[in-house]
């Protein structure tokens, strides 16, 4: 359950992971080289707050300066089995000795086809599957919307209103999350619809919806005015919008979008490449919502921070001939071999865990959030979850606050800090980040709290 060795005393094991802030922030060696990068870097980067990492070892981030981080935020939800996991370095030491790169799509690798079989064995569906890897999560996307726009021959597409999906121009043109993500990159591909997605508060404001008015927005007038179902070829759908605040769709309005597509011969796309590979406690998200998609992308937490991605689809849709689809670096054996050690501690470590470690970190927060008239809402699933705050600033603060004591974590949507730490995070790491929540909130909720005061 963590890289620290097993003769390691457990106050030993606290001592190495809890937060250690030994400069003031950022320090000396991070700002010189925050400089160099600003010179060179695009200038589209968004850096949350300035963590310059060098090393990183399960729960813990090491910076250049030698301040230690407690991991809350996973690389965006990428670092599945912590930082570095040894089978994971392993994995990828071994494969780098044996081969490096052959091109998947013209010749066959043994790391590949055990990588595609495993995750078709995990597809959340009944028929028979097969796989295309990709490098990243907006390929993935790319991918399932030439499938199902080449199997269905349509080109119409049903996104929805706070979803992301990527920034290659077919994702792009789907991502609707903030508008400066897409301002001045026009035209995005044509056909393509937003519809809204059922927003739900139920922690404090006990918003209620159940997204029948959603999908009876979509029914009636998407279908009824803008673009006929017989010219959609998907609804492309985050079972949980991660960037777009970390909102889980009702299972009514997901069983209702299964319905529709049913009834009009159009593809359930479930992008799953934040919500996915165990986060939530099940391999997909959707599981737990009784639905079964027709295509799935996965990303992000798939090889422990290797890029790969891939789009898992029922074997019927595969329709598209030798040639149709393809890439070079696609399934590099290297991030195969990672990706096959990540199902391994997934599956014995990360399931169980998730679900477990999410719920102790929900009461965590939610106890913390009590009387905290600044916090909205806490809403997500297992290891997935949400704070959203009256303001976008009000979230800034408490995030700015957090890294100050030790705490990496990410904002998400207009005014939500996410928590997504590894999936093999312990009750320590747990404890200790809900600790720090709490006096980050309380230092940013009352500026005059001082950090000595407050903590670390
Ligand atoms: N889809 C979802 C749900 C995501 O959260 C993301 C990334 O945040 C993407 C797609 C795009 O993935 P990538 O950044 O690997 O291209």
């Given at each position: 359950?963590?890289?620290?060795?097993?003769?390691?005393?457990?106050?030993?094991?606290?001592?190495?992971?809890?937060?250690?802030?030994?400069t003031?922030?950022?320090g000396?060696?991070?700002r010189?080289?925050?400089a160099?990068?600003e010179?060179?870097?695009?200038?589209?980067?968004?850096r949350?707050?300035?963590l310059?990492?060098?090393?990183?070892?399960?729960?813990?981030?090491?910076?250049v300066?030698?301040n230690?981080?407690?991991?809350f935020?996973?690389?965006?939800?990428?670092?599945?089995t912590?930082h570095s996991?040894p089978?994971v370095?392993?994995a990828?030491?071994e494969?780098a000795?044996?081969?490096?790169?052959?091109?998947?799509?013209d010749?066959?690798?043994?790391?590949?086809?055990?990588f595609?079989?495993?995750?078709?064995?995990?597809?959340p569906?009944?028929?028979?599957?097969?796989?295309?890897?990709?490098?990243?999560?907006t390929?993935?996307v790319?991918?399932?919307i030439k499938?199902a726009?080449?199997?269905t021959?349509?080109?119409?597409?049903?996104?929805f209103?706070g979803?992301f999906?990527?920034?290659?121009?077919?994702?792009?043109s789907?991502t609707?999350?903030k508008v400066k993500?897409?301002?001045?990159?026009g035209p995005?591909?044509p056909?393509v619809h937003h519809?809204?997605?059922?927003?739900?508060?139920?922690w404090r404001?006990g918003?209620?919806?159940?997204?029948?008015?959603?999908?009876?927005?979509?029914?009636n007038?998407?279908f009824?005015?803008?673009?006929?179902?017989?010219d959609?070829?998907a609804?492309?759908?985050?079972?949980?919008?991660?960037?777009g605040g970390?909102f889980p769709a009702?299972?009514?309005f997901?069983?209702?979008l299964?319905e529709l597509?049913?009834?009009?011969?159009?593809?359930?796309?479930?992008?799953?490449?934040?919500?996915?590979?165990?986060r939530?406690?099940?391999w997909?998200?959707?599981?737990?919502?009784g639905?079964?998609?027709?295509?799935?992308?996965?990303?992000?937490?798939?090889?422990?921070g290797?890029p790969i991605g891939a789009?898992i689809?029922?074997?019927?849709?595969?329709?598209w001939?030798?040639?149709a689809h393809g890439?070079?670096?696609?399934?590099?054996?290297?991030?195969?071999?990672a990706?096959?050690?990540?199902?391994d501690?997934?599956?014995?470590?990360g399931?169980s865990n998730a679900?477990?470690?999410?719920?102790?970190?929900?009461?965590?927060?939610?106890?913390?959030a009590a009387?905290v008239?600044?916090?909205?809402?806490?809403?997500?699933?297992?290891?997935?979850?949400?704070?959203?705050?009256?303001?976008?600033?009000?979230a800034e603060a408490v995030?700015?606050?957090a890294?100050?004591r030790?705490?990496?974590?990410l904002?998400?949507?207009?005014?939500?800090?996410r928590?997504?730490?590894?999936?093999i995070?312990?009750?320590g790491?747990?404890?200790?980040a809900?600790r720090?929540?709490?006096e980050a909130?309380?230092?940013?909720t009352?500026?005059e709290?001082?950090v000595?005061e407050t903590?670390?």
């Open positions: 359950m963590t890289t620290i060795e097993a003769t390691t005393s457990p106050a030993a094991a606290q001592e190495q992971t809890a937060p250690h802030i030994v003031e922030l950022p000396p060696r991070a010189a080289l925050i160099r990068d010179a060179v870097a695009s200038p589209s980067l968004t949350a707050y300035p310059a990492a060098e090393s990183g070892s399960g729960m813990v981030v090491t910076d300066d030698g230690r981080f407690l991991d935020a996973a690389g965006i939800a990428v670092c599945s912590g996991h089978k370095v392993a990828i030491k494969q000795d044996r081969l490096i790169h052959i091109a998947a799509t010749f066959y690798e043994p790391r590949y086809t055990e595609i079989e495993r995750l078709a064995a995990i597809a569906f009944e028929e028979k599957a097969r796989v295309f890897l990709t490098n990243s999560g390929e993935a790319e991918g399932a499938l726009r080449y199997h021959h349509r080109s119409g597409i049903i996104a209103d979803g999906h990527g920034r290659t121009m077919g994702a792009l789907l609707n999350s993500q897409r301002a001045g990159f995005l591909i056909m519809a809204p997605f059922p927003r739900i508060r139920a404001e918003s209620g919806g159940d997204g029948s008015a959603e999908l009876a927005h979509l029914r007038t998407i009824a005015r803008q673009i006929a179902p017989s959609v070829a609804i492309v759908i985050e079972p949980i919008q991660g960037e970390y009702p299972q009514s997901m069983q209702g299964r597509c049913d009834e009009h011969g159009i593809l359930l796309i479930a992008d799953e490449i934040q919500s996915g590979m165990g939530t406690g099940s997909w998200a959707i599981e737990q919502m639905v079964e998609p027709d295509i799935l992308t996965t990303a992000k937490g798939i090889a422990s290797m789009f689809g029922r074997d019927s849709i595969w329709t001939p030798p040639g890439s070079t670096f696609a399934g590099n054996p290297i991030c195969a071999a990706g096959l050690a990540t199902l501690i997934i599956e014995s470590e399931l679900a477990a470690m999410g719920a102790r970190l929900r009461s965590g927060l939610e106890r913390v009387d008239d600044a916090i909205r809402d806490i809403r997500g699933v297992g290891l997935m979850l949400g704070v959203e705050f009256d303001t976008h600033e009000g995030q700015e606050a890294f100050r030790g705490l990496l974590t904002e998400c949507g207009e005014s939500s800090l928590f997504s730490p590894p999936l995070v312990d009750e790491s747990v404890d200790i809900i720090i929540f709490a909130l309380e230092a940013a009352r500026p709290a001082s000595a903590g670390l």
